[in-house]
């Protein structure tokens, strides 16, 4: 593919490539084929970026705000002007289509702008102390990141964590994911060309579990934010245990979202089956378990699989694909399991439910009815388009339901109820509630999920002062 860049790691300044080293096969999800190879970095690679990243924080951090949001907000513009070709790069090597791509690039310009803004507003406090003596509690920077982000978003897991970072004074080294690096890289090149020092920032990429052994083992790094698996992000907090390094944990979810019999159903459906179908399914925060009222049961579910079946499922590349290939291989077999096991535990499909030819990652968006609790996808996150809808008497069994598993990351609901709306947003056990909406995530808002789902928000002045710690200082 002539337009697909060729890859390397940025570490200190330079553009390290392939050499001697290990590679990885960069693939496109809609055609299986090969886009180019990827250098994994080595242990020496490991060292320069740890050298830079400590070097980096020491100026960095002392770089007056001002500049910072000179940098964050240049690098936002050359987001938005490059977007056709950023989102271009993102969908050839994660599938999504190109729509939802540029809106990624949107919500990462968007993102860097706000936290432009916010590192302006870092503001400390003096206490109130007898005359001749001050106190006072000062924000600083907590030391270099470590940042490790996921495939589904590939412009935007890496730019929340960039802009964090570098909002905050810290110097920062990303291992976004080896299976859509160019995008990551674009992103760090902006910033370089609005200025960014290069050692302040670096890209690299690796044997996952060797980056963050290496990484989190060295004392140069006092920070780690992880998107990703709960099973991944447990054991990496183990792994910064024992560093005490401090983390920032965005996991899984299992998005329940609760239909009532009041509720404006016909919206419910059509917000719903967007959100279900948006990047195919692979979102931490997608709707996942439909808990609706038995009144609007079959009315809810004939509508989802009505939505769903009739999605095109295309090539990102055509602008009439509404939802993309999953990104990779990994994923259309995991939900072919998830959906037989459902199956034969008594699950009906009510649409979907195969894989699509033979050629790239595709899978049909799916409904699923009457899901047993005993199969697997009640319990596990599915991370794919499987909608599980099921019926349910009443509030108090809804609400039970909803909160029954450990995740708890974005729940959602539908009533026209106001007292129940109330009552549901102090109910629900997440990080984040939509009511009558799905839309839960902006330059502002913070993102951050419950138990299984995570610790630390990111996003908004919280995700700024994530990467912040307090000091006060005492003058007698
Ligand atoms: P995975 O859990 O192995 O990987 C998830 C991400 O973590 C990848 O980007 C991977 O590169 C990274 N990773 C894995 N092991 C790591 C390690 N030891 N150190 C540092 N990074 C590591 O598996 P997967 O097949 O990519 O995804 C499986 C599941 O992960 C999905 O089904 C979904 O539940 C979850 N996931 C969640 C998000 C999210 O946004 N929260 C994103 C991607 C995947």
């Not at 960069?26 to 090969?34: F, L, R």
Request: aromatic residues 6%.
């Amino acid at each position: 593919m002539t337009d697909y860049p060729s890859l390397y790691l940025a570490i200190d300044g330079e553009q390290v490539a392939v050499g001697d080293r290990r590679t990885f096969a960069v693939v496109n999800p809609a055609s299986g084929d090969t886009l180019a190879e990827l250098p994994l970095a080595d242990a020496a690679d490991l060292d320069r970026a740890l050298d830079a990243a400590g070097r980096g924080f020491r100026t960095w951090r002392y770089t007056p705000a001002a500049e910072r949001a000179r940098v964050l907000h240049g690098a936002a513009a050359l987001i938005r002007e490059r977007a056709d070709s950023l989102a271009r790069i993102a969908t050839m090597e994660q599938g999504k289509p190109l729509a939802e791509a540029r809106m990624e690039c949107m919500a990462v310009a968007g993102w860097f702008d706000f936290a432009a803004g916010e590192c302006q507003r870092l503001y400390g406090r003096e206490l109130v102390r007898p005359v001749g003596q001050r106190s006072v509690v000062r924000w600083e920077p907590v030391g270099p990141v470590a940042a490790f982000a996921p495939w589904n978003f590939p412009l935007a897991n890496p730019g929340r964590k960039l802009g964090a970072a570098v909002a905050a004074g810290c110097s920062i080294i990303l291992k976004s994911a080896e299976e859509t690096p160019a995008s990551a890289l674009a992103i760090v090149q902006a910033l370089y060309d609005a200025g960014l020092p290069t050692d302040v920032a670096q890209a690299v990429f690796g044997v996952p579990d060797e980056v963050s052994r290496h990484l989190l083992a060295s004392p140069v790094i006092r920070k780690l934010s992880f998107t990703g698996s709960t099973v991944v992000g447990k054991h990496l907090a183990k792994l910064a245990a024992d560093n005490m390094i401090r983390t920032t944990m965005e996991l899984g979810g299992h998005g329940p979202v609760l239909v009532f019999g009041d509720a404006d159903v016909d919206k419910a459906v059509a917000t719903a089956a967007a959100g279900k179908t948006r990047n195919a399914g692979q979102v931490c925060v997608s709707p996942t378990r439909f808990i609706v009222e038995e009144s609007v049961f079959e009315r809810f579910r004939d509508g989802m699989a009505e939505r769903l079946g009739a999605t095109r499922v295309g090539d990102g590349l055509d602008k009439d694909t509404q939802m993309g290939p999953m990104a990779n291989a990994r994923r259309p077999d995991a939900i072919g399991k998830f959906v037989a096991d459902a199956k034969d535990k008594g699950a009906r499909v009510e649409t979907g439910g195969e894989r699509i030819g033979n050629q790239g990652f595709f899978f049909q968006p799916t409904v699923l009815s009457e899901v047993p609790l005993d199969a697997e996808v009640m319990h596990e996150e599915p991370f794919g388009p499987l909608a599980l809808v099921n019926p349910y008497a009443g509030e108090d069994a809804m609400i039970a339901e909803a909160n029954r598993l450990n995740y708890g990351l974005a729940a959602y609901a539908w009533t026209s109820d106001a007292p129940r709306q109330r009552r549901l947003a102090d109910a629900l056990e997440a990080g984040m509630v939509g009511i009558n909406t799905h839309m839960i995530a902006g330059p502002d808002a913070p993102f951050q999920g419950v138990q299984w789902s995570g610790h630390g928000s990111e996003d908004g002045p919280e995700g700024v002062k994530a990467c912040m710690v307090v000091k006060a200082v005492h003058e007698g």
